[in-house]
């Protein structure tokens, strides 16, 4: 099978130019290449960080069209580095990954990082492998929270940003202000002299330009492949020392096994040479062979024969070698440093399905195959923590947010898992003198003026402090609150309803701070089935003046399933199946044409976020529901006479 590339990707002048279009592939659908990465004369490694939906995915996807990544008549998706369904879907960078273009001979190793702090472990680790950044900012909305978590990451090791304001040509677009606000940003983050004096530059990403200055001729995006060559330093290593990289993303293949991809800090390496990998100890965690060596060409891995210093390369041959480790030639005996991860914020309980429909859509509903999913899926993230509960039938998992737990549950749901989850709590700490310290968050909302007095309300009820209120103009205001992670569980749908879905809302994790006291939690009760079967529209119209129904006719219900919220603040126990009585008389009139409100439909993160202390959210491959812990409305009874009686 014959793999054609553009020929313009290598220098035909050089006497030893292969042309790509006679690459091979191999069964495992790999491309197979001489080794033609000595041939570049220099190498620029690069990042680019920006907020979700800042356009810096769709902005890489022009980047490789126009230095001839893919021929001129092939068929090419948008968003092409988010490669998995979930971030298509969601249109957000979820993994970190690397792709390679070739500029005026010269390689330019880009990583896409994800835009939202859940996925922060990602974006501090793939920093480590770069020279340079990218800012990219919206020029409307200028900088956001997780704008302001990647910068700081950046600044912190002494990358010199160079600063995009992208979607310029946006109606509502303020290039001139945004910028003032990148530098206010730029020095509230303690920049150095160096890092103030920043480039800028002026984009369309989706429309594939940029320029110097705005009044500048609008063609294509030159002027950025030109500053990054000129702005980023090229690696600095020493190529005769022995090899070292150091391992900053982990992935598993069903034929290589586990690829450690990462940067290559000295030397040289070639295929079957011996390695060892170290941990941040300077222990030895096992040693081996590097069965594969694969660096990067537009968006697809080559396998090559040597990688040299200052590249970005993946790896295969090893078992046990993970994130942080460093993979070196047996002569080194000292690790790479590596910035370490910041820890978990929140954690959920996953434990099996034991609902009366359990094992009807999933195929994988026991424990031990949560268990094994679950630890691998740790191996591979270190922003995930895995442990078991006593009784080994439910796990405890933490993460940095919400979106983060609720993207892998969609995960596992949709490799065919029945689970069932708790509500979020956030993970507590304790300092040297034994006080209870608690997650904070930094909170962006951006709210119509007319709103910004009941979400003040709203926050000041959930132990939030406002540290910032500013018009941001157009009838908005922009307020910064500083809020327990906790108060924030369950406030998105909230937040939405209040506003009348025109909020923006945005956090990050800012610090940990003492204990801020007890925070009420839902203020409705919930409506609960009694009975199993099929719900009724005779029994829903006649019920939904009670509150707002979670379910529609033919719906499949059981026995302490919640199908709906209650319009008070108690739990109501109804009957959603039953039916109108039948008579043989037939009504003249009387009878009324039922008219059902449409169900209040909610995604995974926010079933996750509303439920209780004493419920769980039910997960399978086709069906989300939320339940009682406790299906027996008796057993239930009695529990809440016993809390009762032990406060």
């Keep these: 099978m014959l793999l054609f590339c553009q020929e313009n990707t290598l220098d035909k002048t050089n006497p030893f130019f292969i042309p790509l279009n006679i690459v091979r592939t191999s069964r495992k659908n790999q491309a197979v290449m001489p080794n033609i990465r000595n041939f570049m004369k220099e190498i620029r490694n690069i990042a680019i960080i920006a907020h979700v939906d800042h356009g810096k995915t769709t902005l890489i996807d022009t980047l490789l069209k126009q230095c001839g990544t893919f021929r001129e008549n092939q068929s090419v998706d948008e968003r092409v580095m988010d490669s998995n369904d979930l971030e298509k879907e969601r249109g957000i960078t979820i993994l970190a990954k690397c792709t390679s273009i070739k500029w005026n001979d010269i390689r330019i190793n880009i990583v896409d990082t994800p835009g939202h702090a859940d996925f922060g472990g990602e974006v501090e680790r793939v920093l480590s492998m770069v020279d340079g950044v990218i800012l990219l900012t919206d020029a409307a909305e200028g900088p956001m929270p997780q704008t302001k978590f990647v910068l700081a990451k950046a600044l912190a090791q002494g990358l010199r940003p160079m600063v995009i304001i992208n979607k310029v040509d946006r109606p509502d677009g303020r290039p001139d202000e945004v910028v003032n606000e990148v530098f206010d940003l730029f020095v509230a983050l303690d920049a150095k002299d160096e890092q103030l004096d920043f480039p800028i530059l002026y984009a369309s990403g989706r429309n594939g330009w940029c320029v110097s200055n705005l009044d500048d001729e609008r063609k294509d995006l030159t002027p950025l492949l030109d500053l990054m060559v000129s702005h980023v330093d090229k690696p600095e290593v020493d190529k005769e020392a022995p090899f070292s990289m150091l391992v900053t993303l982990l992935e598993s293949n069903s034929f290589l096994g586990r690829i450690l991809t990462g940067r290559v800090y000295s030397g040289t390496a070639n295929v079957n040479m011996p390695i060892k990998a170290i941990d941040l100890n300077g222990e030895v965690v096992e040693t081996g062979r590097l069965t594969k060596l694969q660096t990067f060409a537009g968006i697809e891995r080559v396998n090559v024969d040597k990688v040299v210093a200052g590249d970005i390369v993946s790896i295969a041959g090893l078992a046990k070698a993970s994130v942080a480790d460093t993979i070196a030639d047996a002569s080194v005996t000292k690790p790479i440093a590596s910035t370490p991860i910041d820890p978990p914020t929140m954690a959920v309980t996953i434990s099996v399905n034991d609902s009366p429909f359990a094992g009807q859509e999933g195929t994988k509903v026991?424990?031990?195959?949560?268990?094994?999913?679950?630890?691998?899926?740790?191996?591979?993230?270190?922003?995930?923590?895995?442990?078991?509960?006593?009784?080994?039938?439910?796990?405890?998992?933490?993460?940095?947010?919400?979106?983060?737990?609720?993207?892998?549950?969609?995960?596992?749901?949709?490799?065919?898992?029945?689970?069932?989850?708790?509500?979020?709590?956030?993970?507590?700490?304790?300092?040297?003198?034994?006080?209870?310290?608690?997650?904070?968050?930094?909170?962006?909302?951006?709210?119509?003026?007319?709103?910004?007095?009941?979400?003040?309300?709203?926050?000041?009820?959930?132990?939030?402090?406002?540290?910032?209120?500013?018009?941001?103009?157009?009838?908005?205001?922009?307020?910064?609150?500083?809020?327990?992670?906790?108060?924030?569980?369950?406030?998105?749908?909230?937040?939405?309803?209040?506003?009348?879905?025109?909020?923006?809302?945005?956090?990050?994790?800012?610090?940990?701070?003492?204990?801020?006291?007890?925070?009420?939690?839902?203020?409705?009760?919930?409506?609960?089935?009694?009975?199993?079967?099929?719900?009724?529209?005779?029994?829903?119209?006649?019920?939904?003046?009670?509150?707002?129904?979670?379910?529609?006719?033919?719906?499949?219900?059981?026995?302490?399933?919640?199908?709906?919220?209650?319009?008070?603040?108690?739990?109501?126990?109804?009957?959603?199946?039953?039916g109108k009585q039948l008579t043989n008389v037939r009504a003249s009139g009387t009878d009324e044409a039922i008219r059902l409100t449409p169900p209040k439909l909610m995604t995974l993160e926010e079933m996750i976020s509303y439920i209780g202390e004493d419920e769980l959210v039910e997960v399978t491959p086709k069906t989300l529901r939320l339940r009682k812990r406790e299906l027996d409305p008796n057993e239930r009874k009695k529990q809440s006479r016993l809390k009762k009686a032990a406060e």
């Design 366 to 578: 026991t424990s031990r195959m949560i268990r094994d999913r679950l630890f691998a899926e740790a191996e591979t993230n270190v922003a995930i923590t895995v442990t078991e509960t006593d009784g080994k039938d439910a796990f405890e998992v933490g993460g940095r947010g919400e979106l983060q737990l609720g993207v892998l549950i969609e995960t596992m749901r949709r490799e065919g898992f029945e689970l069932s989850v708790s509500r979020p709590r956030v993970l507590l700490r304790q300092d040297e003198s034994g006080a209870t310290l608690e997650p904070i968050e930094e909170v962006v909302i951006d709210v119509d003026d007319e709103y910004s007095g009941v979400v003040v309300e709203k926050i000041s009820q959930r132990k939030g402090s406002m540290t910032d209120m500013r018009s941001s103009g157009g009838g908005k205001t922009r307020i910064i609150f500083l809020v327990p992670s906790r108060g924030l569980i369950g406030y998105q749908g909230e937040f939405l309803t209040d506003t009348r879905g025109t909020g923006v809302i945005n956090r990050i994790y800012h610090s940990h701070e003492p204990f801020k006291g007890e925070i009420g939690g839902r203020r409705n009760g919930v409506l609960i089935s009694t009975d199993q079967g099929e719900a009724v529209g005779y029994a829903l119209f006649n019920l939904q003046e009670r509150g707002i129904m979670y379910v529609k006719p033919q719906d499949k219900v059981y026995m302490g399933m919640i199908v709906g919220e209650n319009s008070r603040d108690n739990d109501l126990e109804i009957n959603v199946l039953k």
